[in-house]
């Protein structure tokens, strides 16, 4: 979308409160549905950004939502919302509100077909095939980006993370269990911990087997709709797993 | 020192060695083992000064206790347990306890769908041990007792200011997020900021702070910009001094700012290189918003956005100050005759 590669150019709107005043004015600002349409296109590139991080920050994911979602709204009071979905698929759009449940899904959920209900304008892409989409929005990313180099830094870095990513998430995935579970087995799990954590290395190789153990319990329980998806995954993250402590270790 | 790194606490010693012994019987200088048949006497080895080392290591690894990244640790004025804060759960641990964890405060919600708010922050009270204090991404604070019930879900008490209409935006709610959340020393008051102020709060006062002071409010007519480059999602700390009379802040471009609530005067100061050499004074700084610009005086819009002051600490009783601007650590402290620093 060309439209963010030339925004780096062009300084954002500030100021919208004042623009209705202005508007007859000096020279061509864009009018105030232009400039809340272009912050709503940019809050959803940043969402759909961040489920490309396997460890997306979840504070920032829920205000850049809430903001789509004050947008929305706001544009459904206005009847500009029912406009733009009449145009593009002829509906009704008052129940088409943000879902915050695009926060939580990693882009793996995504690839296992679980859908993400929402928004006009990104509905395709994500029902798309995301790994296709992936680079295209990586190249918008780093164009949007390239001028405040701190952040292009962070995104360069999040990527050696990535396998550490799916290592925590099979972590997350034991811990949405245990929640469900009794205090006792959760007392079993940790019993297993071993306390002489003043050695890296043995740190390091004591949480991998606790993981390896209790991926495979998280495994049977986990009351998981795709779980063909699930098992096939389990060996690949031991695998992931195996790498993960090399990397770890040798750093 | 606790580091929370991503989810799993660590509690590191520091320690810091002056001497070392010299003269062992078995080994050498460089550390090889001797040939034995070259001793012929025993000697005490004795303790010779060098040059200071810092050594830090890890004592206790507090690991799997938070499903989100830790945002926040507080150490109990009974100086036996300590709370970690991620985005949705707090939980309460002991220090010499690894393996397990009481978790306090959930607010993840049945559905994930309908998460609105996550928590930003926390600390313990000072002096009272089943007190303590979170915020929130929407502004507010939450002052919860343990001893009310086991997991604190309902507060004993909410502090929210009302949003002012005239100001609203898109914005409002993201810069109405808390970054950080400090008890005065006394006990009486929190000190609380968010991405334009620092607030004063007094806990017997729910309904709103009693004192804002402005951090950057020159950046109000620039959010749009600051959201694109995601710096409106930066979360500063602030700090009170030891006698709770100045409140500190970082700022961008490198600039901190001090805030003194009696005389209700602020200072603007910059931590870098360039601008103080070791022992000067620092020089007091302006942000110029249009109008008459003196000399020295820097415009908004050559600020650098990527020199964030986001970490500022003040030693507990005296003052001295300590600022991280991105690689630096600077220490500060204040020359004895002179006024607010």
């Known amino acids: 979308d060309t439209m963010f590669v030339r925004g780096l150019k062009r300084k954002c709107f500030d100021g919208e409160e004042d623009i209705e005043g202005t508007l007859a004015g000096i020279k061509a600002i864009p009018s105030y549905n232009l400039q809340r349409q272009s912050l709503l296109d940019m809050s959803l590139v940043k969402l759909q950004l961040c489920h490309m991080l396997v460890e997306p920050n979840l504070c920032r994911s829920v205000l850049i939502a809430n903001t789509v979602r004050q947008i929305q709204e706001e544009m459904t009071q206005d009847g500009t919302w029912q406009m733009i979905n009449t145009q593009s698929t002829g509906q009704a759009s008052l129940d088409r509100l943000v879902s915050t449940d695009i926060l939580c899904r990693s882009s793996r959920e995504q690839a296992e077909g679980k859908h993400v209900s929402g928004y006009s304008t990104f509905n395709k892409d994500f029902?798309?095939?995301?790994?296709?989409?992936?680079?295209?929005?990586?190249?918008?990313?780093?164009?949007?980006?390239?001028?405040?180099?701190?952040?292009?830094?962070?995104?360069?870095?999040?990527?050696?993370?990535?396998?550490?990513?799916?290592?925590?998430?099979?972590?997350?995935q034991i811990f949405e269990t245990l929640e469900n579970k009794s205090p006792n087995s959760v007392e079993d799990l940790f019993s297993e911990v071993d306390n002489s954590y003043y050695d890296f290395d043995t740190m390091l190789t004591g949480m991998m087997s606790n993981t390896k153990m209790g991926h495979c319990d998280g495994l049977e329980t986990f009351p998981s709709p795709t779980t063909t998806a699930s098992n096939s995954n389990c060996k690949s993250d031991l695998n992931e797993l195996d790498h993960i402590v090399e990397i770890l270790v040798e750093s | 020192v606790f580091s929370p790194k991503d989810k799993t606490i660590k509690l590191w010693k520091i320690t810091e060695r002056d001497k070392r012994p010299e003269g062992y019987n078995l080994k050498d200088e460089e550390g090889k083992l001797k040939d034995l048949s070259t001793v012929t006497s025993l000697q005490v080895p004795v303790l010779k000064p060098m040059d200071l080392m810092v050594e830090v290591t890890p004592r206790r690894i507090f690991a799997n206790g938070h499903t989100y990244h830790v945002n926040s640790i507080s150490v109990n004025s009974d100086c036996e347990t300590y709370m970690s804060a991620d985005d949705l759960r707090i939980n309460l641990w002991h220090l010499a306890i690894t393996d397990r964890s009481f978790n306090i405060v959930d607010i993840k919600p049945a559905n994930m769908e309908d998460l609105t708010e996550v928590i930003t922050a926390s600390e313990f009270h000072p002096h009272h041990c089943n007190l303590f204090v979170y915020s929130s991404s929407k502004g507010s604070l939450r002052l919860c007792d343990m001893r009310a019930s086991a997991l604190c879900d309902k507060h004993s008490k909410l502090y929210e200011e009302p949003e002012d209409p005239s100001n609203r935006s898109f914005f409002s709610e993201i810069i109405s997020s808390v970054s950080d959340v400090k008890f005065s020393h006394s006990g009486r008051y929190m000190l609380t900021r968010d991405y334009l102020t620092v607030k004063v709060w007094d806990l017997n006062m729910e309904t709103k702070p009693v004192e804002t002071y402005q951090v950057h409010d020159y950046l109000r007519s620039k959010l749009c910009s600051l959201y694109e480059n995601d710096c409106i999602f930066d979360k500063f700390e602030c700090a009170w001094n030891g006698s709770d009379s100045v409140i500190m802040t970082g700022a961008y471009n490198n600039f901190f700012r001090m805030f003194d609530r009696n005389t209700k005067r602020d200072v603007t100061l910059e931590a870098s290189r360039e601008s103080s050499k070791p022992r000067a004074i620092l020089k007091p700084r302006r942000v110029c918003v249009g109008g008459k610009?003196?000399?020295d005086d820097i415009s908004v819009d050559s600020l650098d956005f990527t020199k964030k002051i986001l970490h500022t600490a003040w030693h507990p009783t005296e003052n001295i100050i300590a600022i991280a601007a991105t690689n630096n650590l600077y220490i500060f402290q204040d020359k004895v005759n002179s006024e607010m620093h």
Do not use: C, H, I, Y
């Open chain 2, 293 to 295: 610009r003196r000399k």
């Open chain 1, 127 to 172: 029902e798309g095939n995301q790994a296709q989409d992936s680079s295209e929005t990586m190249s918008t990313t780093s164009s949007l980006q390239a001028p405040r180099n701190l952040q292009s830094n962070a995104w360069e870095m999040e990527n050696p993370q990535e396998n550490k990513g799916n290592f925590q998430k099979s972590l997350d």
